[in-house]
């Protein structure tokens, strides 16, 4: 079980990860070339404000607890997969978001754990997130099927 101040740390670490998930699924949503990167793109495109509300809720959370939401020279990038420079490489952005949403996922059931018993408003949050970032490991997961085949 985890204190305050270790609640709060989690949850940045969770809003870093998700401003990463927009920066990456931005880029790879742009950068792709090519017929079969079409539903890609827009899927990714979709994911964008997603993502960015999933950071938007992490953000109140934060400040409901009494922490302070980091700005950007304290938001940790550079531990998700970069966007390739081969632009027709769908595969690989199918599995790079895949790895971002399996470690999404794992991190939120990192706090629902460490909430358990504790601060039921932050674990509800992240049951909330989980279920969305499930959602989209299977979508992906979907992607990879018909795109690796
Ligand atoms: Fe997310
Ligand atoms: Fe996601």
């Given at each position: 079980?985890?204190?305050k101040?270790e609640v709060?740390?989690l ?5 870093s990860m998700?401003?990463e ?6 880029a ?5 070339d ?6 890609i ?5 979709a994911?964008?404000t997603e993502?960015l ?9 934060i ?5 302070l939401?980091?700005g ?5 990038f550079?531990?998700?997969r ?6 027709t ?16 996922c ?8 460490a ?7 932050t674990?509800?949050?992240?049951i909330r997130l989980l279920?969305?970032?499930?959602e989209?490991?299977v ?9 690796s085949?």
């Amino acid at each position: 079980m985890a204190n305050k101040s270790e609640v709060i740390q989690l949850l940045k670490t969770a809003y870093s990860m998700e401003l990463e998930t927009v920066c990456n699924y931005l880029a790879n949503s742009i950068n792709l070339d090519g017929v079969r990167a079409e539903e890609i793109k827009k899927s990714l495109a979709a994911d964008i404000t997603e993502e960015l509300m999933h950071a938007q809720q992490l953000a109140q959370r934060i400040k409901q607890l009494g922490g302070l939401v980091p700005g950007s020279a304290s938001v940790t990038f550079g531990n998700q997969r970069q966007p390739s420079d081969n632009t027709t490489d769908v595969v690989a952005v199918i599995e790079a978001v895949i790895e971002a949403e399996e470690a999404a996922c794992a991190h939120y059931n990192k706090i629902i754990k460490a909430t358990d018993g504790q601060d039921y408003v932050t674990q509800d949050l992240c049951i909330r997130l989980l279920a969305s970032e499930e959602e989209h490991l299977v979508l992906f997961r979907g992607y990879l099927k018909e795109y690796s085949g």
